[in-house]
């Protein structure tokens, strides 16, 4: 096999926590699909392990892999981004920014994580999903298909993220809550537990979704709502103020309800 790239031992060092040395890496041979040609320096890896000799996969300007973590397939790790750990990025997936992947994380397909974000723990990032600006995605949880997380929104636990759902803002989502299709949870809202939003609904403000409540059609909860236990809010209704439907309450469509 000829090699793509080959690592310059006596020169052009990085040193990492005091004890870990990384090597800048030099293309071989032009790489088409990220513009690299023979001769181009690249970022900086710790050992042969971190980038694959096969296929496109390429580490540049300053970005770092180092420890077990691998890069493989057509993966790019570029601008200041970091991969540690036992971290994978594989397939046509992107880390760029000031990003960092590590732990047992993996981002593969096409999926991309970008600006500030980490992606860490066992969590799982992949299809075309994307994580960017001070998201944070760890734990067991699984963001795919068109999934955006950004802003300060943290996924956590063993949540999944599916469709073309937006966890955006300061919103949380953890334990095993599921959001997916064209749902948004955004500003300071919190879905935990069981709890499912779907469609095209949506949870802002202090909201708290939990339990196994579910969240569907177009409805929207805001304000310092709480729905939890096995309480259905779907359609086009609204709970928001401190508004609170809980236990077997089903919410349809045209309904605005506030309790207090």
């Known amino acids: 096999m000829d090699k793509k790239y080959g690592i310059m031992v006596s020169e052009k060092t990085m040193v990492i926590n005091g004890k870990i040395k990384l090597h800048r890496i030099r293309a071989l041979r032009d790489i088409e699909r990220y513009n690299v040609k023979a001769g181009d320096f690249g970022g900086f890896i710790e050992k042969e392990e971190n980038l694959s000799q096969y296929g496109d996969?390429?580490?540049s300007d300053n970005a770092t892999v180092y420890n077990d973590a691998r890069v493989l397939d057509n993966a790019w790790v570029g601008d200041n981004a970091k991969v540690r750990g036992n971290a994978m990025i594989h397939d046509e997936a992107r880390v760029s920014g000031y990003a960092c992947v590590c732990g047992h994380a993996q981002v593969h397909n096409e999926a991309q994580v970008s600006d500030n974000a980490w992606v860490y723990g066992c969590a799982w990032v992949y299809n075309s999903a994307k994580i960017y600006g001070e998201a944070v995605v760890h734990e067991h949880a699984q963001v795919f298909n068109h999934a955006e997380i950004f802003g300060h929104a943290s996924v956590d636990g063993g949540a999944q993220i599916s469709g073309s759902a937006k966890i955006i803002e300061y919103a949380w989502v953890f334990s095993r809550a599921r959001i997916s299709d064209q749902a948004w949870v955004g500003e300071h809202a919190l879905v935990f537990d069981d709890a499912q939003v779907s469609e095209y609904a949506q949870v802002r403000g202090h909201a708290y979704i939990f339990g196994d409540a579910k969240i569907s059609g177009h409805a929207c909860i805001y304000g310092d709502a709480k729905v939890h236990g096995g309480a259905l809010v779907y359609g086009s209704a609204h709970i928001y103020g401190c508004a609170e439907v809980y236990g077997n309450d089903q919410?349809?469509?045209?309904?605005?309800?506030?309790?207090?």
């Open 251 to 260: 919410i349809n469509k045209g309904s605005i309800i506030i309790r207090k």
């Open 57 to 59: 996969a390429w580490v």
